[in-house]
């Protein structure tokens, strides 16, 4: 990527004085009332709120540990530390206490600023660490004139910070191990927007619909950042419903949407029959969906939805489908000028067999910096490449004729059956279709003769009335290839999932 001298500041400096008149933020709260905000109606906002955490002690360096669902508060704060010269550590607000002590112990924030009726759990976790705590209500009323947050003098210099000053530090979600901390500078945060507004199309007229979690890399990468670069607006809700999503979305008239399979499916599930389709422009999509998913989400939205392959350490995506009309089993080939290798013990693999995703890039530019205090971690995940470094995903995928690239799963999540290899992700995405299903968790189970057989656990779409094992086996046999087809079927009531949808395998009862 070539080199930037910009910094998240310089993007927000530049929408506020080229498109200070434009809506910036449409925020629709759990009582269904919404608030709009102008490009420099936030700014004031901002310029409040940075003033309050400056009289809190926040200077250029300190963190600002953000443990809010998704509201104007959170997005204001963002802006602020910014403009401090701060970093944010946003975090999953349902965190629990150990999560939260863990988190402290290793960011020390100078202010922590979490929801008031959280506040018991938090002050269990955090104890005496955290100089400052401020709690929001999480709604409208938290930037208005006269809140608590915006009692402070108004800043309206900006910190002198470069693009390698550290912006914030997000936590993975940890689904096997102790989250890992992504340390993010100015540069990624610019990269991510650039990057992003190319492969949206993204213009000043559109409007990104923001349902997903914001202490998630998606909301702030795909959809918050490069609408800052391009005065677009945001249209963000207090929380995901998923029989409320299509009529929000019209009534909030949004043009683009990204959603990870599961929620679809969702959508999908409890969105009422005679709900007319939406006129969308744009939808990304991450994780597997079935062709009848993919289909039937497309007919809803009123866009195909396209596959796009990103993670929180690689900033910007790093595939995208391109085909016309978009399918729904590829990730497609590396977007812009993004390096992709497929590897297996070190060596590059041929087209057709799966290998682990490298990505090619420079650390804090279009890859993260590094993970926080994790030097042992950081040795094992790059490999230096001259100025730049490739960087192992620890996900694997498959590279067709026309360079085009098929997601397989996590390199533990493909097991051998009989010697063939089998990805359960592609099983779950599949069987999720059959009827009667809502959703699918699959799980490796040692075998002596096979090695290692797929076991399926299953919502039904309605628990009164559930598919039956025969159903399910039945629909497998014409479905499924033999390797794949699980070799027991067990119905539960729900999936444990981390705040952005991924199936916690290892938290199925067996």
Known sequence: MSATTDTFNDLWRRAVDRHGGSPFLLFRAASDETTTWTYAE????????????????????????????NSPAFVA??????????????????????????QVRRVRPVVSVVATARLGAFRQGAGDVVPTVLDL??????VKLGAPLLRGVPVTRFATVGPDDGLAVMFTSGTTSEPKGVELTHANYVSVATAMAAAAGLKARHRWFVTLPLFHANAQYYCFSPAILMGASVALTASFSASGWVPTARLLEVTHASLFAAPIRMILARCPEDEPPLTLEHVWFAQSLGAEHHRAFGELAGT???????????????????NEPPVHDVIGPPIADRQ???????????????????????????????YLDAPEINARAFTSDGDRSWFHTGDLAVRHEDGALRFVGRVDDVIKVSGENVSLTEIEAAAAQAPGVLEVAVVAQADPVRDHVPVAYVVARDKSAP?????????????????ARPRAWYLIDELPRTSVGKVRRFRIPR
């Open 77 to 102: 704060l963002w802006l602020a530390a910014a403009r401090l010269g701060a970093r944010i550590v946003p975090v999953d607000p349902a965190s629990a206490p150990r999560d939260i002590r863990s």
């Open 340 to 370: 992709v290798r497929l590897v297996t013990d070190g060596q590059d693999v041929a087209d057709g067999v799966p290998g682990e995703i490298w990505v090619r890039g420079v650390r804090g530019r279009d890859l993260f910096a590094g």
């Open 42 to 69: 936030f700014d004031e906002v901002v310029s409040r709120v940075s003033g309050t955490l400056a009289g809190s002690g926040v200077r250029a360096g300190a963190a600002v540990h953000l443990v809010l669902r």
């Open 137 to 142: 209500t999480e709604d409208a009323s938290d």
């Open 467 to 483: 598919p039956t094992v025969q159903e399910l086996e039945e629909w497998a046999a014409h479905h499924l290839a033999a390797a």
């Open 304 to 322: 195909a939805p396209r596959q796009l392959y990103g993670m929180t350490e690689t900033v910007a995506i790093v595939t995208a489908d391109t």
